[in-house]
T-cell receptor
């Protein structure tokens, strides 16, 4: 599976936007970009996914670079409940992946009141 | 709507004792099922996945085994626990496709003494 690189940690203030970067320079044309987050002592939670175009949902926005070698998860107004570990994961359409997820270390987001 | 149940929430076991963790999914049929483990301060590691009753694929060699006796039931077991089996165990289900998300349970925190 293609690898992703994320900063170990980021900090934000409450009600400010947060941009969480992810590098995936070896992404293939059939890799989808998925984001999950994990709140303390809980299982991961799906946030958003995309292939080429920018995506929006009720939780966040996903901005994908034109060459697809990087992406950014955008939280428009951070709240204290957004403090979590954010994982950027590539899922491949081919082969026998069976929807498996390969988690990296993720980015620890701290939100200050 | 679909729900996933995982129990117990916490478990303390002596070294050498057996283990059985259970996970059940409601509201869907023939889901892909997954067991992950998260060691302290680390990312999630996929242990087993199953695409159907009686079918188990192991991702890493270990002291654990998994079984799927029913469509929506996934069990993680061990005959003799090791200290290194401590961790946060998470069950997840998904439809297995490239875009469908995985949905995680609340996890079991296992401590081996």
């Amino acid at each position: 599976d293609a690898k992703t690189t994320q900063p170990n940690s980021m900090e934000s203030n409450e009600e400010e936007p947060v941009h969480l970067p992810c590098n995936h320079s070896t992404i293939s044309g059939t890799d989808y970009i998925h984001w999950y987050r994990q709140l303390p002592s809980q299982g991961p939670e799906y946030v958003i996914h995309g292939l080429t175009s920018n995506v929006n949902n009720r939780m966040a926005s996903l901005a994908i670079a034109e060459d697809r070698k990087s992406s950014t998860l955008i939280l428009h107004r951070a709240t204290l409940r957004d403090a979590a570990v954010y994982y950027c994961i590539l899922k491949n359409a081919g082969g026998t992946s069976y929807g498996k997820l390969t988690f990296g270390q993720g980015t620890i987001l701290t939100v200050h009141p | 709507s679909q729900t996933i149940h995982q129990w117990p929430a916490t478990l303390v076991q002596p070294v050498g004792s057996p283990l059985s963790l259970e996970c059940t999914v409601e509201g869907t049929s023939n889901p892909n099922l997954y067991w992950y483990r998260q060691a302290a301060g680390r990312g999630l590691q996929l242990l087993f996945y199953s695409v159907g009753i009686g079918q188990i694929s192991s991702e890493v060699p270990q002291n654990l085994s998994a079984s799927r006796p029913q469509d929506r039931q996934f069990i993680l077991s061990s005959k003799k626990l090791l200290l290194s089996d401590s961790g946060f165990y998470l069950c997840a289900w998904g439809e297995g496709g490239i875009v469908q998300p995985q949905h995680f349970g609340d996890g079991t925190r296992l401590s081996i003494l």
